[in-house]
Antibody
Framework: QLQLQESGPGLVKPSETLSLTCTVS??????????YAWIRQAPGEGLEWIGS?????????????SYTPSLKSRATISLDTSKNQVSLKLGSVSDADTAVYFC???????????WGQGTLVAVSS | QSALTQPASVSGSPGQSITISCTGT?????????VSWFQQYPGKAPKVVIY???KRPSGVSNRFSGSKSGNTASLTISGLQADDEADYFC??????????FGTGTKVTVL
């Protein structure tokens, strides 16, 4: 049974790096045709796609990535195939990065698919 | 990459039909038949109710339907029920493996 579980610190200080992990169970993250996205939702706000990563045989095992332009300079999404995990690193965080962060397994072209339950990260000193 | 535009709120009485619009541009909604709609209850992860403009996942009520015309996609909920009260978000593929969400619509059942 496919499951995605986000984990990481619930509190990060301003200017530091937010690091989250999505542990995928029930399927290999190297299975072709699927992507893994990070999506966030600030309190009381809408959804924001941060970026997606997919495994491509013959390329870097860390995956092929795409990012939303506004976060591209601060975000890094990568795969750890040995642990079947997907990670998100977001640098130089501020209050505006306080949000629930979701991990999603999706096909190309749409964010429908399996969602994790989400994890709340607060940015505060 | 601007968020797709949705009305902030839509309401209807039980049994009625409501339609939520999602307006983008020729670079996203207008270019791809890859618009999905998500339903979200407070404190929960979103759940897809429509994908690829008109397709309904297994298990989703046939009261939910989707359509698209030009740069605007729409979600219609017919036979409105109390448990349809939730937030709804549209999402479009924008090319180059990228996506953009709508601003979100709160549906209230009167």
């Amino acid at each position: 049974q496919l499951q995605l579980q986000e984990s990481g610190p619930g509190l990060v200080k301003p200017s530091e790096t937010l690091s989250l992990t999505c542990t995928v169970s029930g399927v290999s993250i190297t299975m072709s045709g699927y992507y893994y996205a990070w999506i966030r939702q600030a309190p009381g706000e809408g959804l924001e796609w941060i970026g997606s990563v997919s495994y491509r045989r013959g390329t870097s095992s860390r995956g092929i990535t795409s990012y939303t332009p506004s976060l591209k300079s601060r975000a890094t999404i990568s795969l750890d195939t040995s642990k079947n995990q997907v990670s998100l690193k977001l640098g130089s965080v501020s209050d505006a990065d306080t949000a629930v962060y979701f991990c999603v397994r999706h096909p190309r072209g749409g964010l429908e698919g399996s969602w994790g339950q989400g994890t709340l990260v607060a940015v505060s000193s | 990459q601007s968020a797709l535009t949705q009305p902030a709120s839509v309401s209807g009485s039980p049994g009625q039909s409501i339609t939520i619009s999602c307006t983008g541009t020729s670079s996203d909604v207008g270019s791809y038949n890859l618009v999905s709609w998500f339903q979200q209850y407070p404190g929960k992860a979103p759940k897809v109710v429509i994908y690829e403009v008109t397709k309904r996942p297994s298990g989703v009520s046939n009261r939910f339907s989707g359509s698209k015309s030009g740069n605007t996609a729409s979600l219609t909920i017919s036979g409105l029920q109390a448990d349809d009260e939730a937030d709804y978000f549209c999402c479009s593929f924008t090319g180059s493996d990228s996506y953009v969400f709508g601003t979100g619509t709160k549906v209230t059942v009167l």
